[in-house]
């Protein structure tokens, strides 16, 4: 998640990714005085996977990660993105945040269902890393998001709002409502 009103624009966060990868796997753009992040939204019905010929889109511990072994870039999923969040040059694999899984994760590092394989362990070569943007981004503008402490801090700033209303049949909604998300 960007802040943009903590963003300048810099764009370290988008040279660390280059260095790392060899190329952008996601975008800082400007919009008016804001600056915005562009990239993979990890989408809950990733429509870059289901046009993909080939099937390099793998699921990897709940990250959304191209299969360089497999990718064509044939330029489908690209096309396909409704964010605009995948870096194409013509001939070589799409580029794509995968929040720095490791890339690039061969098909001998995949089961056929995309997870991880059980020889995978911890003493293996393959480690998650920090994303190359979080780190180089020096006004803490981006930041990983946790959407259950997101949440929590919602129904908390709702409940907080919500005392200031007063009536008794408000009061009990509330209660009500306080209890469902808790």
Known sequence: MVRPELCDGCLDCEKACEKLYGAKRLNIVKVD??????????????????VCPVGAYREVNGIRTVIWERCLGCGLCYQACPFGALNLTHGKPVQKCDLCMGQPLPDSLTSPDGSLRKSLNPGSDYKPVQPACLK????????????ECLNRQRQ?????????V??????????????IFS
């Open 166 to 179: 007063s009536g008794s049949s408000m009061k009990k909604e509330m209660n009500y409502l306080s209890q």
């Open 136 to 147: 180089a981004c020096t006004n803490g503008a981006i930041t990983k998001l946790d959407l």
């Open 33 to 50: 005085e804001c600056h915005f992040l562009l990239n993979c939204q990890q989408c809950e019905v990733p429509v870059c996977a289901e």
């Open 156 to 164: 908390q700033d709702f409940l907080a709002k919500s005392q200031l």
